[in-house]
């Protein structure tokens, strides 16, 4: 979004693309109802501009690669993989939100309310309110100036944290009740289906959040979420506390990440993955 405002300032048209729905919690940015969720493949773009998205494939199938005269790819994830045209990849930086403010400070040296609200809530989001490892002065910094360029602290915090709905709560309660822990005690697992979801009225978006609740757990260093996609297929959440498991996502689940925060897929039985899953992280933490 704060591409958006900031290109549209310099008069361009210009198409926010995201083929997942965007999370309740972010409805408060301004013109948000823009995103589209699905493009013309036909169409014909000067710019395709990719940003916070380590695999190409993750993009969507509308993406309309053969009509984008030139991809910008803006990323700050670990061995992220390398698609674009122009290439701009931070690892060091905790989210794309702090590698854009310095790149739109270049384009206008002040920055208005909302480009500061989006930013602000990308790194706060990413960040995991400032609470992840690779939170550093810098990240600071930045928020410093986003909160003179007027992006509403608190506002934000209650828009993000504090607006849960009933169903969230009732699926969290549901979801805690499946959690399991390997012999050691250092990993926790919990799970999704779609028939859990069905009951609550409930989509993937409802559930962000719910792999963090095994990770706080006192002596767990990794926490899994596994959410079932289709039958067999499971999507999943990684946490850690200092374990690096953005190597597992990448070699293990197809996927990848950061340090403490990745993901990725897995097929197969669902008690069948948790049990292997329990013995492979049992062998890792050790």
């Known amino acids: ?38 493009i013309d493949k036909n169409e014909e773009f000067d710019v395709g501009i990719v940003v916070d998205n380590s695999d190409i494939s993750r993009i969507g199938n509308d993406w309309p690669a053969n009509n984008i005269k030139t991809v910008i790819q803006i990323d700050h994830h670990v061995k992220a993989q390398v698609f674009g045209d122009i ?12 590698i854009l403010y310095f790149i739109i400070k270049e384009i206008i040296p002040k920055l208005n309310f909302d480009i500061a609200q989006a930013l602000y809530l990308s790194i706060l989001t990413d960040s995991g309110s400032f609470r992840y490892s690779n939170t550093t002065p810098r990240t600071f ?6 909160l003179e360029a007027g992006a509403k602290v608190y ?25 399991q822990f390997n012999k ?4 926790a697992i919990m799970y999704l289906t779609k028939e859990m979801f069905k009951k ?3 989509n993937e978006d409802t559930s962000e959040g719910f792999v963090n609740y095994g990770r706080i ?21 990684l946490r850690s506390k200092k374990f690096d498991i953005s190597q597992i996502a990448i070699e293990y689940f197809s996927g990848g990440g950061h340090k403490n925060a990745a993901g990725g897929k897995i097929n197969g039985d669902l008690n069948t993955i948790i049990e292997e899953l329990k013995i492979n992280f049992t062998k890792w933490l050790s």
């Open 217 to 237: 757990i006192d002596g767990i260093e990794v926490s899994c979420l596994l959410k079932e996609i289709n039958k067999e297929e499971y999507k999943v959440s």
């Open 1 to 38: 979004m704060a591409l958006y405002y900031i290109l549209k300032s310099l008069g361009k048209e210009v198409i926010p693309y995201n083929p997942d729905t965007i999370p309740k919690s972010f409805s408060f940015l301004k013109d948000i109802d823009k995103y589209q969720h699905s």
């Open 184 to 187: 050691t005690k250092n990993f």
């Open 87 to 98: 290439v701009y990849i931070d690892e060091h930086a905790v989210a794309v939100g702090e």
């Open 200 to 202: 609550h009225n409930a």
């Open 141 to 146: 910094y930045v928020a410093q100036k986003l």
């Open 155 to 179: 506002d934000i915090n209650i828009e993000v944290y504090e607006k849960v709905e009933f169903k969230k709560i009732a699926l969290l309660k549901e979801t805690l009740s499946t959690i």
